[in-house]
């Protein structure tokens, strides 16, 4: 139980108060005293009616002028209020005494370490930290803050080190120790370009992977070239974060970049939201996304999917450099980069007459292609170290070491979903984090994925034979479009004409229904 009590400042006052405690055979736990006119009393807790007693008497000590009860004391708040933030942040601090043992170890510290609290706790830092001596730092005459690269085993850290003075009697400092605050240089080198702010975009693209590496030394010589661009590959592997860095890193840098996605525009609109809309009287009523975009960069996400008389209207701006708003006549001049993306293949939707051909060779001027994931699998722990750190920092809560466990899960998964699929799972358990210090296996919730054969539903009821026929009946739906007879399916598939087409009158698969 926490009492505020407030008064003057008069000496004996805490007496006569303790006094009528000592009375009611009350222990006192803690006091606080503030500048402000209030004395803070914590005491074991008290039934009712000894508190109705209690209150009314020390109101009526001298220079007391009311009592009440609080939920906790100023100490108590200030202590779990550096609790809380030594807890949430991403850096490894640690509070050491003036002979460089451990008083204070925040989360993040201790998983540095790899040790529990009461192994740290008492023991000198020099046991973990190497390539300083905190100890004969802390025993010159004048101890003055230090900065200086450090090592926790193999990692290699740049150590903070900021003395704590404490004030004495006679006005002068006393030292009692000092705080150590360890940042990675992956995390100084991302303050520093935040500092800076200049970045040139596809330094936030990681790439450990011969693979995407080879990808970043193409996009860095075409991001400086002003012709189209065409990025290729599977959905959620990072082709817009790649558009934006080929914009950053262009001459067009300080314009505009307006990021389309074409499957979403509805084809009656598609015209009005790309090249803009006049009224029957010449009046500019909207303003195209290539108006907007003046001087920079227009990405159209999944250009596959844009209508064909958009798509007309686009082969146009490409060939001349100028295009008409919806119900004008004006020719509007474009200055815009165009940069596309798709994860189908144009030059087969070409062939089917899904895309138009001439429109294809003037969007494939200049392409790269995005590797998945599984085909970079060098990539998927620093990604997935990335995206702990940066969502355990916008959550506010302590960065989780990996499990052997989940490692393993991770480098062994197929990643259907690719990058975004993992930097989702990353935020689930970043979001739904229960304390645990590490990210383990069953905190991903991935759901069962095989390559080449898709998902597994883990409700799944039914027979081996039933299963089988559902495989079966999907692959001859997928492959009946491409051999659109009896006879060339079964040439494909490796079995009589006659067995196939008793399948598909059985699973009741037509050209017609097959697409």
Known sequence: MRLEVSCLDRVGLAKDILTIMEGYGINL?????????????????????????????????????????????????????????????????????????????????????????????????????????????????????????????????????????????NDSSILAGAVVSLKSPARVGKQFNALQNQTSGFENVLAASDKMKEVLVQARRMAQLDAPLLITGETGTGKELMARACHDASMRREHPFIAINCAAMPDSAAEEELFGFVSSQGEVVKRGFFEEAKGGTVFLDEIAEMSRSAQVKLLRLLQDGTYRRVGGDEEVQADVRIICSTQKNLAELCQTGDFREDLYYRIHVLSFHMPSLRDRKVDVIPLTEMFLEHYSQQLSIPIRRISAQCRDHLLGYAWPGNVRQLKNAIFRAVSMWDGSAELTVEQLKLPSYAEGFGYFDHQFEGSLDQAMKQFEASLLRRLYPAYPSTRQLAKKLGVSHTAIANKLREYKISKQKSM
Do not use: C
Request: aromatic share 10%; hydrophobic share 45%; glycine share 4%.
């Open 29 to 169: 736990l803690a006091i606080d005293a503030s500048n402000q006119g209030f004395l803070y009393l914590q005491f074991a807790e008290v039934n009712f009616d000894t508190l109705s007693e209690l209150l009314p008497l020390i109101r009526k000590v001298e220079g007391v002028h009311d009592v009440r009860t609080v939920s906790f004391m100023p100490s108590e708040q200030e202590h779990y209020a550096l609790k809380t933030l030594l807890k949430t942040l991403p850096d490894s601090v640690f509070s050491i005494d003036a002979k460089a043992r451990v008083r204070i170890v925040n989360e993040s510290a201790l998983m540095t370490v790899g040790m529990e609290e009461h192994e740290v706790l008492d023991e000198s830092i020099n046991h973990w930290v190497q390539g300083f001596n905190f100890s004969r730092w802390l025993s010159e005459s004048v101890v003055l803050a230090q900065a200086t690269r450090v090592n926790i085993g193999p990692n290699e850290y740049l150590a903070e080190m900021l003395p704590i003075y404490l004030p004495d009697e």
